[in-house]
């Protein structure tokens, strides 16, 4: 048999979760709870506060399926979306005017916070969803702070090919953070 397309699919499990059937919300947890655990843990640090957040998303998709429009997107980005959002919402809670002193004292440190943890959560995000090969070449030179050279030869790849892997995979990270941002 073989394998729906992605939109096909996305659009597929959204019926199935529409009609109630709780093997379609298995399958996306399955499909989709490192994600979203893994980006509310890079936005919150805490693996307690992740965990929550993981619950809250797939309870919204399960009892709120047709909010999901496959014409805007995929059904990993509207997820990744739901996270982010209820990720910063709760860090935002948490460090609200009373972390800062008065209303608005220290509301330019909490914004620097807020965006440089929503920038980095963007960033796994669309790292994660780039091929393996790029990914894995990424994740070594930038994540781990090797060098091309060392990156391929970790790889068992020609050094032009780690360094075209990167380009490629930097290019792909640029355009899809651009993209975003234009939305």
């Known amino acids: 048999?073989?394998?729906?397309?992605?939109?096909?699919?996305?659009?597929?499990?959204?019926?199935?979760?529409?009609?109630?059937?709780?093997?379609?919300l298995g399958e996306l947890y399955d499909q989709f709870s490192p994600l979203v655990h893994g980006l509310a843990n890079r936005v919150l640090d805490s693996q307690e506060a992740a965990e929550h957040i993981t619950?809250?998303?797939?309870?919204?998709?399960?009892?709120?399926?047709?909010?999901?429009?496959?014409?805007r997107g995929s059904m990993r980005s509207w997820i990744?979306?739901?996270?982010?959002?209820?990720?910063?919402?709760?860090?935002?809670?948490?460090?609200?005017p009373a972390a800062g002193g008065p209303a608005g004292a220290g509301s330019a440190g909490l914004e620097e916070e807020l965006l440089a943890a929503a920038t980095a959560a963007r960033v796994q995000y669309v790292v994660t969803s780039l091929p393996p090969a790029l990914r894995e070449t990424l994740t070594l030179t930038y994540f781990?702070?090797?060098?091309?050279?060392?990156a391929a030869r970790e790889l068992g790849i020609a050094e032009a090919t780690a360094k075209h892997?990167?380009?490629?995979?930097?290019?792909?990270?640029?355009?899809?953070?651009?993209?975003?941002?234009?939305?």
């Open 55 to 71: 619950r809250e998303v797939f309870a919204h998709v399960w009892e709120h399926p047709g909010e999901f429009d496959p014409d």
């Open 165 to 183: 892997r990167m380009r490629l995979g930097l290019q792909l990270l640029a355009s899809a953070l651009a993209a975003e941002d234009g939305r």
């Open 144 to 150: 781990n702070g090797r060098t091309y050279q060392e």
């Open 1 to 24: 048999m073989a394998t729906p397309t992605p939109g096909r699919w996305d659009r597929q499990i959204q019926q199935r979760l529409a009609r109630g059937e709780e093997a379609a």
């Open 80 to 96: 990744g979306t739901l996270t982010h959002r209820r990720a910063v919402e709760r860090l935002r809670r948490r460090t609200g």
